[in-house]
């Protein structure tokens, strides 16, 4: 799971808080890789902080796609690269509800796996 040791599970009452982030994006992962017309690829910048989570990719159509685990929404990131490449719209899973942006929609975690379905449709 997300290659951490036994041991962080076993004996730190810190795990969820420590790793919070990584946990969250292995559980949007595990989502999006169970519909296998997903193709999943990941994305940084060379010699910069900027990332993106996962870039989705159905036959033509790439979604830019930022994980948050906590209420901080900044997608400085996400919003960059759609910025950058025209026609793409940025999707964010978080723990706030849903809301549609003109460069981004959120959804909650809770619908990492039936989201994109929707979104294509």
Not at 8 to 28: I, M, N, P, R
Request: glycine share 4%.
């Amino acid at each position: 799971m997300a290659e951490l040791p036994a041991e962080a599970f076993l004996h730190s009452s810190t795990f969820f808080t420590d790793f919070k982030g990584a946990l969250t994006e292995q559980f949007v992962f595990e989502q999006l890789r169970l519909d296998s017309t997903n193709r999943i690829f990941y994305w940084s910048q060379e010699q910069s902080q900027g990332e993106i989570d996962f870039l989705v990719q159905r036959e033509s159509t790439i979604i830019p796609i930022e994980v948050k685990a906590a209420e901080n929404l900044r997608a400085k990131s996400l919003r960059l690269f759609v910025s950058s490449c025209e026609g793409l719209h940025g999707v964010r899973f978080s723990l706030s509800p849903y809301r549609e942006q003109e460069w981004m929609t959120n959804y909650p975690l809770y619908t990492a796996e039936t989201a994109l379905k929707k979104k294509q449709k």
